[in-house]
Structures are given as C-alpha cells and as structure tokens.
C-alpha cells in the first residue's frame, strides 16, 4: 500500500495485509501523533489495511506559540 | 472497532476514555465535551458577543464551527502575521470557512498596522518569533475584543497545548506562569477582555478528528518557525506517555487545575493600570507590545540612517 506521511513530506510503500497500528510501529510513528485516513474516513488502528490501499498519516501535533 | 452507541464501524478512538465511535456519535461525543466545558466554567452564555480567534488551523476552525452549530454569536478574528506563504494560505483558508458558513471573519493586518511582520519584530528587537508573534496576538485579540465590544475572547487552545505549557512551566517552576494558567481569565480590568479555552477538555487529535470528519478545510502545514519549539518537544514526550498510558494528559492538567492552581494562585494579584501610550491594561507604565514596536520601529529608523523619532503608526 502506498503510505502519504503528511508531515514529512514523504510517501513510502509498505507491502502485504496488516493492522493499521501495525503500520505506525513500523514506520516508527507514535499512533498519539497522527491520524490515519483512507479517502475521506477515519480509521481506527485495528482496522486492515492491504496493497491496494492509499493511507494518509496527518499529524494532529501543532504549536510552537508563547 | 464498533461505535459504543449504535455498533457501527468505529472511526475514532478514545483510549483515555475506553471507548470508540463513529462519526455521527464521535460529533455528539465531542459538541457535548465542548458545551460541558463552557457551561460548567461558566465561559459565556448565548447573550455574549464572542471574538474567536481564527488561524486557519484545525483547532481554531473546529471551535468556531462548534460554537456556530451550537447557537452562540461567534465572530471570527484573523490576524495576519506577515509570515510569508504560511500566512498566505491560513488567511485563505480562515476567509474560505467564513464565506462557505456565512460566518462573520474581521481581519487584522500586523504589516499594513505596523510596518513589519512579527518576524521584523523579533528580529529587530531580539525576541524570538514565538514570543513577538504570541504578544502580537495577545494584543490583538484584546484590543479588537475591546474595540468591537466583544464580551469575551474563545481561543482554541487544546488539552495537549494546556499540558504541554504546565510541563514546561513546571520543569522551570515558574509559578507566576503557573498562576496564570486557567481555562478561564476573567477580566480584571475595565480593557481586559474575558479570555476562554473551551477545547481544555479536547484532546488535539480529538480535535483533529473533528475538523476532518465536519470537512473543514484547515491549513495542515505549520508555522515555519514552529521548528524545534519547545513546546512541540514537551508535546512529544507527552504523547510517549499517553501511548503507554492513556489519559496523562488529562490527569496532569485536570489534576492541576484541581489541586495544583489553589496552591499558586495566590501569586496571581499584579495590579493592572493604562498603558500611558494605547491606553492597554498593564503591569507597567508603557505595554509590552507597545515597547515592542517602539523599539521595532526605532532600530528600523536607525537602520535606514533616519534620525529624527517619528510617531509609530497605529491602527
């Protein structure tokens, strides 16, 4: 599946049928940071994800500020 | 995952409440957060004139989206900040969410106001940006509060930023920071405005979830001078325990708001006057931002070999 890591700027392609929470461990991604869409929908990180899947991670952390 | 209220497919996960819904029941998990929050800390009623202040991102487009549906008069408030591209396309996308929603959106422009961005300022006066640009806002948010007769200021500040700021205030111990940090600050002058956190019991993905599920378009890139913050370090090693153990954020900040402000709060009694030169209400005799941008402008005039002092331009 192709993978669309917001933050970084980077896609990545992760192959074979795996849990989303699978997914964030192995690209070293805290599953509090981000949060996982497929088209428009939500998913949470039980749910299956598999090669003909585009994932988005988009990160929820922002600030800076004073 | 099923939704706890109808067994649909879950959306969205709450670990620090053991529960997960879908959208519909995660929309009415999050309106009743928010209403709870401002009822039970009496933030304003349906009476209120309500200034919200609006940067284009999620937090502060999903509060002014929930505080619309949910009946109140919320009034948008854009500052552009003058930082490049970055400002460019959350005023776009600040403006987009007013005229799709038939919001009302007033702008303040800080460059056309007064002569250079935050940046300048903090260039010219050796802050660093987060700290010009946070007190340009504060000022703002105040003085257009002020000038427009808004009765209180909603920010969308979240729970990760409420924990994020006690961390750093705590591992510095700076107790008059410690003091001033509150869901609500009441008016302790007749030029202070009410200011308000509705979002102090959402969490930022929460947050996050909502924005994306309404579908507001919000500005997902961040502050280009947000890099290597403090604040999103703190953030960081706050998510690392709240992996491991669900709700610390909650319990950090809850549980000093509880039991931690008593303690400090008494520390918070600084006698507040009229700035000599707007009018704001501060500690001192002149503000911090009028400092700021008299000092700005005065390096800026050196700089350009300009040697007589010419009146800042206000707005």
């Not at chain 2, 109808?6 to 928010?34: P, S, Y």
């Not at chain 2, 002569?115 to 703002?140: D, I, N, W």
């Not at chain 2, 003085?143 to 409420?162: I, P, S």
């Not at chain 2, 931690?260 to 009694?269: K, S, T």
Request: aromatic content about 6%; charged content about 25%; overall charge neutral.
């Amino acid at each position: 599946m192709k993978v669309v890591i917001r933050h970084q700027k980077r896609e990545v392609e992760v192959a074979g049928r795996r849990r989303v929470r699978d997914v964030l461990v192995e690209l070293g991604i805290n599953p509090e940071s981000v949060l996982v869409i497929r088209g428009a929908q939500l998913l949470t990180h039980d749910t299956q994800v598999g090669d003909e899947d585009m994932i988005e991670l988009r990160p929820v952390v922002s600030g800076g500020g004073a | 995952m099923r939704c706890q209220k109808c067994k649909g497919t879950a959306t969205v996960e709450l670990r620090r409440h053991h529960t997960a819904f879908c959208n519909a029941h995660f929309i009415e998990f999050f309106d009743r957060q928010v209403l709870r929050a401002i009822e039970r800390e009496r933030m304003f009623t349906r009476e209120d004139r309500i200034l919200v202040a609006v940067s284009g991102g999620k937090d502060s487009l999903a509060l002014w989206d929930v505080l619309r549906r949910s009946g109140y008069a919320a009034t948008g408030l854009y500052i552009n900040l003058g930082i490049g591209a970055y400002s460019r396309e959350s005023h776009q996308k600040s403006v987009a969410y007013a005229e799709a929603h038939g919001a009302e959106l007033l702008i303040a422009d800080i460059p056309e106001d007064y002569g250079m961005s935050v940046e300048e300022f903090a260039r010219a006066t050796g802050r660093v940006s987060c700290s010009a640009c946070g007190l340009s806002k504060r000022y703002l948010f105040n003085r257009v509060a002020l000038d427009g007769g808004f009765t209180v200021v909603a920010t969308g500040h979240n729970l990760d930023d409420e924990a994020a700021v006690l961390l750093g205030n705590l591992l510095h111990w700076q107790t008059e920071y410690l003091a001033r940090q509150a869901p609500v600050l009441e008016s302790t002058h007749p030029r202070l405005v009410k200011k308000v956190k509705p979002f102090f019991r959402i969490a930022e993905r929460e947050a996050a979830a909502y924005a994306i599920i309404q579908g507001i378009d919000y500005i997902v890139e961040e502050c280009p001078n947000s890099a290597g913050a403090r604040s999103l370090l703190y953030k960081d090693a706050l998510n690392l325990l709240e992996q491991a153990a669900p709700g610390t954020k909650q319990s950090l900040y809850w549980g000093f708001l509880e039991r931690g402000r008593p303690l400090v709060r008494a520390q918070d009694d600084a006698a507040l006057r009229d700035c000599l030169h707007c009018g704001a209400p501060t500690t001192g005799e002149v503000c911090a931002f009028c400092r700021m941008t008299e000092l700005a402008a005065e390096r800026m005039r050196i700089r350009r070999g300009v040697s007589h002092a010419e009146p800042v331009s206000t707005p």
